[in-house]
């Protein structure tokens, strides 16, 4: 039976091969409540590296008036050779922000766009046309200087502010962030209002001017359907995923929710997919223990309160 | 890449209408620590079958030696006029337990097998083989008294005793069911480590020997795979879910993880999905928060939870 199953579904219409793209200690950390300090965040991205994870979103050099929680984000480059700091990534707004990655080695840096105009305006402060006018210059310079440039899209399938949005827009801004230089768009649903067949929705019409080699998802289990929406993604030919440790992050606009899918529950998901990922899943769910036990808080991966819950009993 | 996965794609291999089991008020309360009266059941259930849910899965007559929280199901049938009680169902382990139910005024009936020998054994006391003979009995004189009889099947995609568990194992019990005139069986993921590629070979399997249209699908989140494994069911056809108002239920395997999928986190999906299923979301959402408040029980589901938070906010 499995082989004909197998037969019956389009050859190579899932990946064998995944890249997870860990974002816990940014853009996880940085919308926790509870404090942690400098070291706590270096320990963690330490022990995510030593998970086997290729790609980590360490940091961000954003001013600390708008994210104090990561205005040490240099210190913390500084704690990693330049092995390492190849696998690591750090969020840029501007060309200030580019210089400062640059002084403390960063080797990837990653633009942060929307698909929604009001969105853009209160997140970011600007018109979504004059974000992109702002990147420009950044990607160049980060380009001519060796640096890899990842371009994220937030909204993609919902905004806090204007409900629905048009799948044109996110295929013209991820299109946009392509032709800058980007090596990859991460198409975000921040919300967490997106639903399995809008996602392959979306998919589709941006696969009509990204390539789908050049794209990754981003999901936000806000609503419990990451992880679905991941395996519609994955059928579509998508074979890089963003996800955060423990699910650390959280939903600012729905405080207590949960947040980014927990990097744990996709492995899980995963593993039983027959989908290579590269990631040691007992130290991962260590990890997760690891900073969960370090912010004093109880998870919202299924898997970790699972393993949590047959630990206690 | 758009195109042809389109192409690839059975055309209407989702179901454009699904029908909801909820089993919150027997399988859910069943497995809560948390006390509860039999007026609060009784109006769970009444509050169930407002919200437009046409299947409910109410209680049991199981000896009260072994379940003494369904022991007052007779009573909670009795509050129910015949055109409600025809959207109950309760479960019933052998003939005394058919007696109680036909004196009680039950019109459906459930009976609960397992693919696991070890389960059933630990379960319900019996091998396989014994519990299927001991049925039989309980089936026909059902039908002959005019009940529906609907059937279970535990441990479909994985045993807490024996692991892996056979699928040539779950067709052969869903089979036998049938032809002893249940007219649907209830495909059961009883310790939710089912992934969706495996539940779609499973479906596949027992499909060979039992048409889709009388196959039901129970998924638990324990490791967050509920919601992907019914998105996978729906493209192989099968268009009756089981689900647990509120994430009622827990695992027994796992004090305190995820057990049933929450029927709330299940019709957001099919909202966006543009599946009908008949239900009034908000007085579903109403209904979840009356039983929480109920057991002073936090939710487990991701859209109850972001609801709550954002109440909050």
């Known amino acids: 039976m499995a082989s004909s199953s197998a037969a019956a579904r389009p050859a190579g219409v899932y990946p064998t091969k995944v890249r997870i793209v860990e974002v816990g200690p940014r853009d996880g ?10 070291q706590t965040r270096i ?34 480059l500084e704690h990693f050779d330049r092995s390492d700091r190849d ?5 840029v707004p501007n060309l200030r922000g580019l210089e400062a990655a640059i002084e403390s080695g960063a080797t990837e840096i990653a ?28 990607c160049s310079r980060a380009l001519a200087e060796g640096l890899r440039v990842r371009g994220y899209v937030s909204c993609v399938l919902g905004c806090p502010y204007e409900g629905d949005v048009d799948p044109d827009r996110v295929a013209d801004v991820s299109e946009q962030l392509i032709k800058m230089g980007c090596y990859e768009v991460s198409l975000g649903d921040t919300i967490g209002t997106g639903t399995p067949l809008k996602a392959v929705a979306l998919i589709r019409r941006v696969t009509e001017v990204v390539p789908v080699t ?19 993604a994955l059928g579509e ?7 955060s440790v423990a699910g650390l992050g959280g939903c600012p606009y729905a405080p207590g929710a949960a947040g980014n899918v927990a990097t744990e529950d996709v ?6 997919m027959g989908i290579q990922h590269g990631i040691d899943f007992d130290r991962l769910l260590d990890t997760a223990g690891f900073i969960l036990n370090a912010l004093d808080k109880q998870p919202v991966s299924r898997v970790s309160t699972a393993r949590l819950a047959k630990a206690k009993s």
């Open 87 to 91: 696998h690591l990534a750090v969020l």
């Open 111 to 138: 633009v942060f766009g929307a698909a929604s105009e009001t969105f853009s305006a209160k997140n970011i402060n600007c018109s979504i046309a004059e974000s992109l006018e702002r990147f420009r210059p950044v």
């Open 237 to 243: 030919g998508i074979s890089v995923i963003d996800s």
């Open 43 to 76: 320990e963690l991205v330490r022990r995510l590296l030593d998970c086997g994870l290729k790609a980590v979103e360490a940091g961000s050099f954003v001013s600390p008036r708008w994210v104090p929680k990561m205005a040490d984000t240099g210190i913390l």
């Open 214 to 232: 050049q794209l990754a998802v981003h999901f936000h289990d806000t609503y419990g359907q990451a992880l679905v929406n991941i395996f519609a």
């Open 267 to 272: 492995i899980y998901m995963l593993d039983g």
């Open 29 to 38: 950390l940085q919308n926790e409540s509870a404090e942690f300090s400098t």
